[in-house]
């Protein structure tokens, strides 16, 4: 694999590490990623401490993006839910809890957050007639 492919499987890699709750990470996982890291900086000819940080603050940036999509899409769907008349059900609060458990924040705070934007989106109801 060359280096440039290298560098952003390593990137989402380390992306979908700091979207999984720390108690859920996987050893093997992370020593895999730290391996694909010491090849990388060997092919660059780099140092591999500065190349890791370089990468995992890549990735900071690639996570944070997820976690906010992954909100966005919460508050989406509870707009639709509300506009139709309906509570969000199991796969709606299982996203939910994920979310709470990736930002590590009470579930209320995030709740209220993802009620907050859902208020502020528009959702054009379709009627049969």
Same mark, same amino acid.
């Given at each position: 694999?060359?280096?440039?492919?290298? !560098?952003?499987?390593?990137?989402?890699?380390?992306?979908?590490?700091?979207?999984? #709750?720390? *108690?859920?990470?996987? #050893?093997?996982? =992370?020593? *895999?990623?730290?391996? @694909?890291?010491?090849?990388?900086? *060997?092919?660059?000819?780099?140092?591999?401490? #500065?190349?890791?940080?370089?990468? *995992?603050?890549? +990735? =900071?940036?690639?996570? %944070?993006?997820?976690?906010?999509?992954?909100?966005?899409?919460? +508050?989406?769907?509870?707009?639709?839910? !509300?506009? %139709? @008349?309906? %509570?969000?059900? #199991?796969?709606?609060?299982?996203?939910?809890? !994920?979310?709470?458990?990736?930002? %590590?924040?009470?579930?209320?705070?995030?709740?209220?957050?993802?009620?907050?934007? +859902?208020? !502020?989106?528009?959702?054009?109801?379709?009627?049969?007639?």
């Amino acid at each position: 694999m060359d280096a440039v492919a290298l !560098r952003l499987l390593l990137i989402s890699d380390w992306a979908q590490v700091e979207n999984t #709750p720390p *108690r859920a990470r996987r #050893p093997a996982a =992370l020593h *895999r990623w730290m391996t @694909g890291a010491d090849h990388l900086a *060997r092919q660059e000819g780099c140092s591999l401490l #500065p190349l890791v940080s370089e990468l *995992r603050s890549e +990735a =900071l940036c690639v996570a %944070q993006r997820q976690r906010e999509e992954l909100t966005l899409d919460l +508050a989406r769907d509870l707009a639709v839910h !509300r506009a %139709q @008349g309906r %509570q969000p059900g #199991p796969p709606w609060l299982r996203r939910l809890e !994920r979310l709470v458990d990736l930002l %590590q924040l009470p579930p209320e705070t995030v709740r209220t957050r993802i009620e907050e934007i +859902a208020d !502020r989106i528009e959702v054009a109801v379709l009627t049969k007639s």
